[in-house]
């Protein structure tokens, strides 16, 4: 017996295919930039500095759950910020168990340049974008990671 013809699917015309797409050139933009200034970085692991800029001292946990990234994948991200001077590990005062993730003096003078940086691209990026077309695109891309996000629930 012969196999049916696969369904036709029109992959290109999918929304999914093209946050995906842009996903990926943001990741490739941000190391680009960031290594131009001479700064190892990548989308990745500015991506957990930037929660730690925000709310300083967090666990390897926490953050993996603000990033939507399995523990195993932060912990590997947090160990290469730990060897480039980013981040440092300190056991948590009230359950030695845990460890708490804080960014270093490094971290803190190069954030104004990392900030600068992302703002910057961002900026670039939204050159010609209606700023309507792009309140609607935020909240249907909010409404489809909820979806997303319960799915796993």
Known sequence: ???????????????????NRLGFLLRK??????KAEGIDLRAEEMALLIHLLQDNGQTPSALAEKTIRDRTTVTRFLDGLAK?????REVDPYDRRRVIVKTTERTTALQPKIIAGVC??????LVGVDEKDLETTKRVLK?????MLDMRS
């Open 120 to 125: 910057q691209m961002i900026a670039e990026s």
């Open 29 to 34: 933009e941000i190391h680009l930039r960031f």
């Open 84 to 88: 480039k001077g980013f981040v440092e």
């Open 1 to 19: 017996m012969q196999n049916p013809d696969p369904p036709s699917f029109d992959f290109e015309n999918q929304l999914h295919y093209w946050v």
């Open 143 to 147: 409404q489809i990671t909820g979806t």
